[in-house]
């Protein structure tokens, strides 16, 4: 069974950082794109962030270019989101998830299996 399970949320003022952990287990991601996406109140679900487990390749949102980075950590199975310079507009709901197409897409359809979501509140 797969499960992504998230974990580093927390309140945190503007500027700050706090870093977000994804574990997975369940089957080998190896061949597999692990991707951030984040769900503000009264908004639709969106990408922020996506990392190839076989060549490292990553990918972002605009509005995150520069202030967060993702990685990973084959030997735990565990991709990490490190946010810096938080806004009060990354204040949301962030939810790791997994493709098997081993493509790094953004579109939230394209991933098969989802964590339950950790909240990030940044304060002004």
């Known amino acids: 069974q797969v499960q992504l399970v998230e974990s580093g949320g927390g309140l945190v003022q503007a500027g700050g950082s706090l870093r977000l952990s994804c574990a997975a287990s369940?089957?080998?991601?190896?061949?597999?794109?692990m991707g951030w996406f984040r769900r503000a109140p009264g908004k639709e679900r969106e990408f922020v962030a996506a990392?190839?487990?076989?060549?490292?390749?990553?990918r972002y949102a605009d509005s995150v270019k520069g202030r967060f980075t993702i990685s990973g950590d084959n030997a735990k199975n565990t991709v990490y989101l490190q946010m810096n310079s938080l806004k009060p507009e990354d204040t949301a709901v962030y939810y790791c998830?997994?493709?098997?197409?081993?493509?790094?897409?953004?579109?939230?359809?394209?991933?098969?299996?989802w964590g339950r979501g950790t909240q990030v509140t940044v304060s002004s």
């Open positions: 990392i190839n487990w076989s060549n490292g390749r990553t």
């Open positions: 998830a997994a493709a098997a197409s081993g493509l790094l897409v953004v579109g939230r359809y394209e991933y098969d299996y």
């Open positions: 369940g089957r080998t991601f190896s061949s597999y794109v």
